[in-house]
Every structure is written in C-alpha cells, then in structure tokens.
C-alpha cells in the first residue's frame, strides 16, 4: 500500500478505471464471478437489448429489485478514498463500468460512465426521459414501467448486451487513459471491452499500471504493481499515507 502511495504521488493525478469490484463492498453483488449474477441468470435471457425487446415485462422483472437494491446501497471506504484522493489532487477522473451512481454519491466530481447509470431511464416510444424517482414509483406497479405520454416501456439508460457504449463517454475515457501517466484498475478483472483496453492505451503511451481486485486480472503481468485485497482497506489506506505525507 506505501507502494501504491509513492506511484500515486510521482506520476499523479491518476486516472482510475473501476469495476464491479469496487462497489461489492456496499453490498452490490459483481457479476462475472462464480457466485455472481450471471452465474445465476443466462445475460442473453435478461441482459440484452434482444431479450429486452422481445419481453420487458421479463427483463424489468429481473432489474426491478436490483434498482431498489442500488439506490440502498451506500458508498463504502473505496469510494470515499477516491472522492478524498480527487479533492486533493491525486486522482483526475473516475472512469467506471459500474451503473449505481455510488462514486457520485461519494463526492467524486469527474466521472466518466462508459456503461451508463441507473439516474435515467427513456420511454421506448417517444424518447421522453424519466429521473430515477420517477421509475422507482411506477416499478412499484405491475409490470414494466411505461411513458404516461405514449404508455411505451421505458428503457433503464445502462448498456445492455448488443449495445454499443455511449460515443462520449468511451471517448473521452480514452482520451484521459491516452493522457495519464498512471491508470489505477480497482475493482475489474479487465475482460470486458473496449473498457479492458484503456489500460493499454496509457501503457501504449507510456504511463504506467497499477491495479487492486481480488483474484487475477488479465493484465497482470503489466502491471507495475497489483494489490489483491479489499478495495476499500487497500484504499483508505492509500488516501490516508498520501494525507500523512503531502
């Protein structure tokens, strides 16, 4: 951890690339691991655009708990360390897969969702876009939530399988993974693409890699350091050496 800490003052701000691994910790279960939730659930049956179109009412049936699970949950140590680490000049930006808005809550200001978040979601038919708030209540109903203009199903704005990433935000994660001279994995075993190149971008570019999961990643062997331990511990501890020694 005083490693991490001396890598992030000399090739500071970093930027931070996170995954599902960083949000376990609130009680938000991953999805890639044996016990996660695609071990459980076929993704092309519930995670799909496909699957969406063909029956919302089954796709909505299996992301309305997770909603209500996600807005419960709150940040944990990992999230308030990047928070910390960016006021005070050590991180640039949060790059995150995660759609639940708990860096955010977490007082992070630049953060880039490349898989989009669960803040909104749009009515199929007419394009009319619905807060948070709003969805919860008519989930709260039977069924898929629908527009009260057109009575469309809303859609939740996250990236479902067979979708492309938002243009924006995978753009500029890239730009910033391009311009960094450290890139921080927290949290992702680096297996989802295009997202599990950017650290290759900032390698590419010659900056440096360092990453904190539990278990292996797929860049390891690049890595100038790896941590495999709890985000948060690994991370308080980081945010805390750095405040003792700046």
């Keep these: 951890m005083a490693e991490l800490a001396a890598l992030i003052r000399e090739r500071g701000p970093c930027v ?23 071990a459980r659930f076929d993704p092309l049956e519930y995670g799909s655009i496909q699957a969406f179109r063909a029956d919302p009412d ?17 940040p944990n140590d990992a999230h308030l360390a990047l928070a910390d680490l960016e006021r005070r000049g050590f991180v640039r930006a949060v790059v995150t897969q995660n759609i639940d808005l708990l860096h955010e809550r977490a007082g992070s200001r630049e953060v880039v969702e490349v898989h989009g978040s669960i803040r909104t979601s749009t009515c199929s038919g007419c394009s009319a876009t619905y807060p948070l708030a709003d969805v919860l209540e008519r989930l709260r109903q039977d069924g898929a939530p629908r527009c009260t203009s057109c009575d469309a199903v809303l859609k939740p704005d996250v990236v479902f399988f067979g979708e492309l990433l938002p243009r924006e935000p995978i753009d500029r994660a890239f730009e910033l993974a391009g311009e960094a ?20 971008e900032t390698l590419s570019a010659g900056g440096a890699l360092a990453i904190v999961n539990r278990g292996p990643t797929a860049l390891d062997a690049l890595a100038t350091l790896k941590l495999d331990g709890s985000a948060g511990k690994i991370l308080a501890a980081v945010a805390d050496d750095l405040a003792r020694t700046s």
């Design 181 to 200: 001279k450290l890139i921080l994995v927290v949290g992702s075993t680096l297996e989802v693409q295009p997202v599990a190149g950017l650290p290759l």
């Design 16 to 38: 931070v690339l996170t995954g599902a691994g960083v949000s376990t910790e609130s009680g938000i279960p991953d999805f890639r691991s044996p016990d996660g939730i695609w």
């Design 58 to 74: 089954k796709v909505w049936s299996f992301y309305a708990p997770r909603f209500s699970m996600l807005t419960e949950a709150e």
